[in-house]
């Protein structure tokens, strides 16, 4: 029965948590690798002791894996043998009293202001034409503005933008839905870029309107993720920005801390951001402490 245990499993962590498909894909490599471990053991999930789940931890340690690799390694495992103790197909959990490796507080890779403009300047000339540079001109203040996360920018139905809204809804993590504000410039960006795409739409005399706000011909039907990471390293350079030190994901930061940083409520991003508990969007206030603490040592005249 053991090889028939990651399916089963994936399939109630798709049900339960209506978990995203990189999520799924996730799990399901750290199990098959789990399960060639122990199968060079001779084993399998259902004999497999704690001492070998220890054992694999440490290998994971010896092929140069980093702490938070590794630890959601051990976190699949723990929640397959959690899934099969209450399928009643193991009467004893080997993996339940295990700790993971303790993970570091990490700060956050954020930009500066100036580096923020300098990127919604540069997106303004970044395309192969007047239409790419509408989009990622559009792309660039949306993402800037509602600190969406790409997935959700990406996919963003063209509906939802319809009518010059103020707030747009936006339906993130499990299905979560909330609403995020426009800010000027966007608004400003979003309204160019559709007109145009409409524009074009017309011009495809009958072809089926993509449901999308960012279209493409690929599988998905819209801009993928991978598309758009690259897309912001165009960008970066066009703004003389490092582009190893931006991603999607920075400018969400970006929006995060700028905010903070204005005054704005801890309550109020952490309903902006999507996250689940304000404990994930405290990490914020450390990235501004530790900017001050930058500010005096590069200023203060008794630094030295």
């Known amino acids: ?7 089963p499993f994936l399939e109630a962590i798709r049900a339960e948590r209506d978990a995203a498909d990189n999520t799924i894909q996730a799990y399901y490599r750290d199990l098959v690798d789990f399960q060639e471990f122990l199968a060079d053991k001779n084993r399998d999930f259902t004999d497999a002791s704690r001492s070998d789940v220890e054992s694999y931890i440490v290998e994971l340690d010896t092929r140069g894996m980093a702490e938070t690799t590794r630890a959601r390694h051990l976190s699949s495992i723990k929640q397959l043998y959690r899934f099969a103790f209450e399928e009643d197909w193991i009467t004893d959990n080997p993996a339940m009293q295990i700790k993971g490796p303790k993970k570091k507080k990490h700060l956050p890779d954020t930009m500066s202001e100036a580096d923020v403009n300098a990127m919604l300047e540069a997106a303004t000339i970044t395309g192969r034409n ?7 001109t559009c792309l660039m203040q949306m993402l800037y503005a509602t600190g969406m ?3 959700e920018l990406v996919s963003l139905p063209v509906n939802a933008v319809r009518g010059d809204p103020e707030m747009l809804l936006i339906k993130g993590k499990g299905g979560k839905e909330r609403l995020v504000p426009l800010s000027t410039p966007a608004k400003l960006a979003l309204a160019v870029y559709l007109r145009e795409r409409d524009l074009r739409q017309d011009a495809k005399k009958g072809a089926p309107e993509s449901r999308f706000l960012f279209p493409s011909g690929g599988k998905l039907g819209h801009l993928t993720r991978i598309r758009f990471y690259t897309l912001i390293k165009e960008i970066a350079l066009k703004a003389n920005i490092d582009p190893a030190k931006v991603t999607p994901h920075t400018l969400r930061h970006a929006f995060a801390t700028h905010l903070l940083a204005n005054g704005a409520d801890l309550r109020v991003i952490q309903m902006l951001l999507g996250h689940a508990d304000v404990a994930t969007t405290e990490i914020y206030t450390h990235v501004l402490d530790e900017k001050l603490r930058e500010l005096v040592f590069e ?3 008794l630094a030295d």
Do not use: E, G, S, Y
């Not at 029965?1 to 399916?7: E, G, R």
């Not at 007047?130 to 990622?136: A, E, P, S, T, V």
């Open 149 to 151: 996360r790409v997935t």
């Open 299 to 301: 200023h203060h005249p």
């Open 130 to 136: 007047d239409f790419d540079k509408l989009r990622n």
């Open 1 to 7: 029965m053991a090889h028939q245990w990651i399916h």
